[in-house]
């Protein structure tokens, strides 16, 4: 019969690294729908009308789709941990590149910065379930970070609105830094 101290242990470390992964997931999500509610800001602070205000989400997008057909070969030559970090440290950089843009070409840039790395942690982390947990153990952990994940864009344009009311649009930015860089000493201390 198991130990029932190991077990809350055990349970403990599945729910921790599940959240953790969620968070992963999350990113590009954030990353998309939270400066959505700014879109009139920027316009405004660039002299831009909104519909190259709204290239910043393609300039992010399509980095992101073609990036994710590459993250799960650079996990398994690199390995997770590496590949997370490099993704995490790249993103949080992007991050505050978005927040202090000159002009609307930088901004697309450092989307597109933002798009290549963000997707890093859905795949890895999606790998690495794998790589830990057996059959059935890896479906219930799967279904924890989908149900976390699946909060994300419900939340991330209120979350955004709220920082762009308070803040101004930039700090959505410097919010995706702070949550990217957050992340990425989490995973650097608990990661193997």
Same mark, same amino acid.
Do not use: N
């Given at each position: ?87 995490? $440290?790249? &993103?949080?950089?992007? =991050? !505050?590149?978005?927040? *202090? @843009?000159?002009?609307?070409?930088? +901004? ?56 762009? $009311?308070? &803040?101004?649009?930039? =700090? !959505?930015?410097?919010? *995706? @830094?702070?949550?990217?860089?957050? +992340? ?9």
């Amino acid at each position: 019969m198991p130990d029932p101290t190991q077990q809350k242990h055990a349970d403990r470390a599945t729910l921790l690294l599940a959240a953790m992964l969620a968070g992963l997931a999350t990113l590009g999500p954030f990353a998309i729908d939270t400066y959505m509610p700014s879109f009139p800001a920027i316009a405004r602070s660039f002299d831009a009308t909104q519909l190259q205000v709204q290239q910043t989400l393609t300039a992010y997008l399509i980095p992101f789709s073609f990036m994710m057909l590459f993250h799960g070969a650079l996990t398994d030559s690199f390995g997770r941990r590496p590949v997370i970090l490099v993704g995490l $440290v790249v &993103f949080m950089c992007a =991050s !505050i590149g978005c927040a *202090l @843009a000159q002009s609307l070409p930088q +901004l697309l840039l450092f989307r597109a910065l933002q798009g290549m790395s963000s997707g890093t942690g859905m795949v890895a982390g999606r790998a690495m379930i794998r790589d830990i947990y057996p059959g059935h153990q890896a479906q219930r952990v799967m279904s924890m970070v989908t149900m976390i994940f699946g909060l994300a864009p419900a939340v991330a344009p209120i979350l955004g609105g709220w920082l762009e $009311v308070w &803040f101004g649009w930039r =700090s !959505i930015f410097l919010f *995706l @830094a702070l949550f990217s860089g957050l +992340l990425c000493v989490t995973c650097h201390f608990r990661l193997a």
